[in-house]
């Protein structure tokens, strides 16, 4: 079955540095876009990168663009997130998810619901 784990998360102060890593199982990731998506507490969840289709082409939201890198390695069935230049407004719980084809258009447009399976999440703090 199709499985994605999250993991990489944890406590760390502004400015500082993080690498979440989504873990893909059931399926091969290489020929399908994943997005890492985030929901702040009392906030709707929001897209911030996607990794799209066979190319691997990246997209970043503005608030992210310059600050993380969304990478894979295909022979580890994996897709990353570096972060960088941490703020405070980046406390959330961080999503994996796949889009069910390779086009990637889901993601790339925040379409929460046009992404079909998802992680349970792994949380990242941001505080001094």
């Known amino acids: 079955q199709v499985q994605l784990v999250e993991s990489g998360g944890g406590l760390v102060q502004p400015g500082g540095s993080l690498r979440l890593s989504c873990a893909a199982s059931?399926?091969?990731?290489?020929?399908?876009?994943i997005g890492w998506f985030r929901q702040a507490p009392g906030k709707e969840r929001e897209r911030i990168s996607c990794i799209i289709g066979s190319a691997g082409s990246p997209f970043y939201a503005d608030s992210v663009a310059g600050r993380f890198t969304i990478s894979r390695d295909n022979a580890k069935n994996t897709v990353y997130l570096q972060m960088n230049s941490l703020k405070a407004e980046d406390t959330a719980v961080y999503y994996c998810?796949?889009?069910?084809?390779?086009?990637?258009?889901?993601?790339?447009?925040?379409?929460?619901?046009?992404?079909?399976?998802w992680g349970k999440g792994t949380l990242v703090t941001v505080s001094s």
């Open positions: 059931g399926f091969t990731l290489e020929t399908y876009t």
């Open positions: 998810a796949i889009e069910g084809g390779g086009y990637g258009s889901s993601c790339v447009m925040g379409r929460i619901d046009g992404m079909d399976y």
